[in-house]
């Protein structure tokens, strides 16, 4: 006995719902960072090099070989990578060590209700070769401006595959002027004797409101 036309309409309409649905769910997910902020992209920071890497091929099973970092990161929330550019903090009043206790330093504390927490997790993190002076970038995608950039390196000798990060294992760079609201803000960095793995962690204080965005950078310094 064959189905009532009607039925076979309504359920047509019901799968056709369905679709729509699922690609609204999914233009909400890869819609998020185009309104959102920035962060490091040279050398790029964790959730950076994350949706660098793998936004375009996230399915692909390779990851978990290839970059066990931001796969665990993934497993732990999907959201991470797709919002690369929001990892930041309200209202601190430039009291970061307050505000973020020791081994959550690479999630901002916690930040985001814990969507960054995977980013905390040491282990063999992507790490950009650079040399003794080199040269970090920030886009900031929303034209923020920067009141400041503080920008550390992790003491040699750390080692950021087996050690969560403290405010004691980092040595301050330096602390920037302003910037003016634009697309990228370069600092030049110099350093002497480094060599091996370490973290660059820079705090990112835009000007528009207290806003502060927290990025770790994995790095292989080399001669």
């Not at 990161?73 to 009043?93: E, F, K």
């Not at 995977?118 to 993190?125: F, L």
Request: proline letters at 4%.
């Amino acid at each position: 006995m064959h189905p009532h036309p009607h039925a076979r309409t309504r359920t047509w309409a019901v799968r056709v719902m369905a679709l729509l649905t699922a690609a609204a769910a999914c233009l909400v997910t890869w819609a998020g960072p185009a309104s959102a902020h920035g962060s490091l992209v040279d050398p790029a920071s964790r959730h950076y090099g994350c949706w660098q890497r793998w936004g375009s091929d996230f399915q692909n099973p390779a990851m978990q070989q290839q970059d066990p970092m931001c796969w665990q990161a993934w497993q732990a929330d999907t959201t991470a990578m797709w919002n690369w550019n929001g990892l930041y903090r309200m209202n601190l009043g430039g009291d970061f060590r307050a505000a973020i206790p020791n081994g959550q330093l690479c999630s901002g504390g916690h930040a985001e209700n814990g969507r960054y927490n995977a980013m905390d997790v040491p282990g063999a993190w992507k790490a950009t070769n650079i040399g003794g002076n080199f040269t970090i970038k920030l886009w900031d995608q929303a034209n923020h401006g920067a009141d400041y950039l503080l920008v550390y390196v992790t003491r040699q000798g750390f080692d950021p595959t087996s050690q969560a990060i403290t405010w004691n294992d980092l040595q301050l760079l330096t602390k920037t002027g302003r910037y003016s609201p634009g697309q990228y803000y370069t600092v030049d960095l110099s350093t002497s004797g480094r060599s091996g793995r370490a973290v660059i962690y820079t705090i990112w204080q835009a000007s528009h409101m207290d806003q502060t965005f927290f990025m770790c950078s994995d790095v292989n310094f080399v001669s």
